[in-house]
Structures are given as structure tokens and as C-alpha cells.
């Protein structure tokens, strides 16, 4: 705890859901514009829209929905994953009240139906484990914190891993390069990002046997996540280094649960902006019409 304190240590904890995680990925599969042609960039490529349509999609998916999927993706099935579809599809008619987000889901469900195949170009790979969602969710939030530009990381220390080794390095390199512009705006674009000078180092491992910082750090994370799972479990000094932790830190979560609140603070910052113009409002409208208009031959040509 001193050696906390006396160093002013910050920590950044990322949480993975797993089932969230698959769930995400179907809805990846499904809902990606570039290969569902019933899908529009506009609904898949802004943030707000892709969270929306996933939130929705993601609460339709039960436990065997997702473990299904998971085996499915792995092997690439194209009938066991039309399967899944209807089932969801059959849920969308009885679950789903909105009209536009009705007719949306069922026509990108009615497409993937047609064309399972291609939506399953790409299989199951390292790259979609946990692991590497939580890394790259760690140097995303690095990046978020570099905004101002006034944060360089000297060094990068991941713990061994010998089923992962390779991939994370290739994530970590990937990742370290770019960040979203505005990533948190329920209008940002997939596509927006920026180049930043968040990290000055490379990729290094280590044993934790070898390294003292390491072990420490195991037992920030092993005693965070037993106080965060369990508050009244950790007593006494344990807890009060517990406590310090989470005052010092920051915990970024990819769960179903941090979705929907996410979908509730775009609503609400998109229904505080500024009211349209008469005129703003007619052209938004247009727009919206030509993207639909597109969208559905797009779609039908596709077919």
C-alpha cells in the first residue's frame, strides 16, 4: 500500500464478459455492412446506430444461442448458423415492437439467411479471445487518456503467455498506432481514426517469477477483481488496498450491461443537442432517404 501511494500509482482494469463477448461477435457477423448487403454503412459505420441495433440483437440471444455460435464461427457452418438466424428471426417478429428497428433486423436476417456463406468468410482466430479484446480495450483506453497529447508510455510489459505470445504483440502493434477521434460521441464513425503518439516503446514480456512489478500487480488485479466480485469478502488492511486501488483506477467493462448504458447515454446526448432548423430538418430527411433508397438496391441486387 506505501509503495502504492508512494509512487501516486494509477491503475486501468479492463473486464471482458465472455458471453458478451461471443454475442458481440455474432452480431459482427450478422450486422457488417460491408458484407450484408441489407445493411447500410450508416447503420453499421456510426456508433450510436451499431451500438443501438446490437444492444437489441445481443438481448434476443439466450446462453445456447451463444455457445452454439461460438462453435459455429469456429467451424465455419453455414446451415447450423441459418439455425440460429431463424430462431432469431422468429424472436424479432414477436419481440421487437419498433417498426423501423423491425423491418431493419429482419430484412439483415432475411439477407444473412440467403447467404450464410458469406458472412462466414472469416473463422474463428486467436485474434477473437478474450485476451485480445482486453488488450486492445486497455490501449484503447490509453489512447482516450492521451487526448491532450501529454502522456507518453516508456514501457509495456505483458506477462508471458505461451498460447497468445504472438497475437497479443501483433495486436499490441496494430493497436498502438491509432486511436477513434471522438470515440465515445454517439456520432463517430468507425472509420475516424488518428494516428497517436500514446507509446514510445515495444511490446516486451516477462515471467511474473522473474519480474517483481509483475507479482504486485497480480495481486492488484487478483484482490480488485475478489473486491469487486465480493465487497464484504476482503477485510482490514485488504480491504483498505482495495479501496486505494479503485480510488486510483479505473475499470473499463465490455459486459452486456455496460452496452445498454451506453445506448442510454448516446440517447440522452443526442436528445440534449441543439434543436434542427426547419431547413436542417428537410435536409436530414432527404438524406435519409437517399441512404434508404440505396440500402434497398443495394439489397435487392444482392439478392
Not at 465455419?76 to 428497428?101: C, M, P, W, Y
Not at 496494430?174 to 456520432?187: C, M, N, Q, Y
Not at 515471467?207 to 492488484?220: E, I, M, P
Request: proline share 2%; hydrophobic share 40%; aromatic share 10%.
Amino acid at each position: 500500500m506505501q509503495l502504492f501511494q508512494r509512487y501516486k500509482a494509477s491503475f486501468l482494469f479492463t473486464r471482458i464478459e465472455k458471453s458478451h463477448l461471443v454475442a458481440t461477435k455474432f452480431v459482427d457477423t450478422l450486422l457488417d455492412s460491408g458484407l450484408n448487403k441489407a445493411v447500410s454503412a450508416f447503420h453499421y459505420g456510426v456508433r450510436f446506430n451499431r451500438l443501438y441495433f446490437a444492444h437489441v440483437v445481443i438481448a434476443l440471444l439466450d446462453d445456447d444461442d451463444r455457445e452454439e455460435f461460438w462453435a459455429i464461427y469456429d467451424a465455419a457452418d453455414a446451415k447450423a448458423f441459418v439455425r440460429i438466424l431463424q430462431r432469431l428471426e422468429g424472436r424479432i417478429h414477436s419481440l421487437v415492437n419498433d417498426n423501423r428497428t423491425h423491418q431493419l433486423l429482419l430484412d439483415a436476417v432475411g439477407w444473412a439467411i440467403s447467404n450464410p456463406t458469406l458472412l462466414l468468410e472469416g473463422t474463428r482466430s486467436p485474434l477473437d479471445s478474450p485476451n485480445i479484446v482486453a488488450l486492445a480495450l486497455l490501449i484503447h483506453e490509453l489512447h482516450r487518456a492521451n487526448e491532450d497529447g501529454t502522456l507518453s508510455i516508456r514501457t509495456f510489459i505483458h506477462d508471458e503467455q505461451q498460447q497468445f505470445g504472438k497475437h497479443l504483440k501483433m495486436a499490441f502493434d496494430v493497436s498502438k498506432r491509432f486511436g477513434h477521434v471522438d470515440a465515445t460521441s454517439p456520432l463517430a464513425e468507425m472509420v475516424n481514426v488518428k494516428e497517436m503518439a500514446t507509446f514510445d516503446c515495444e511490446f516486451r514480456v516477462s515471467s511474473s517469477k522473474a519480474s517483481f512489478g509483475l507479482q504486485v500487480l497480480d495481486v492488484a488485479l487478483w484482490l480488485t477483481k475478489r473486491f469487486t466480485d465480493n465487497p464484504d469478502s476482503v477485510r482490514g488492511r485488504c480491504r483498505d488496498l482495495a479501496e486505494l486501488i479503485l480510488r486510483c483506477g479505473f475499470i473499463s467493462h465490455f459486459t452486456q450491461d455496460s452496452m445498454w448504458q451506453e445506448v442510454v447515454r448516446g440517447y440522452e446526448e443526442l436528445q440534449s443537442a441543439p434543436r434542427l432548423t426547419r431547413e436542417q430538418e428537410r435536409k436530414g430527411r432527404e438524406l435519409l432517404q437517399e441512404l434508404e433508397e440505396h440500402r434497398l438496391k443495394r439489397m435487392r441486387i444482392a439478392s
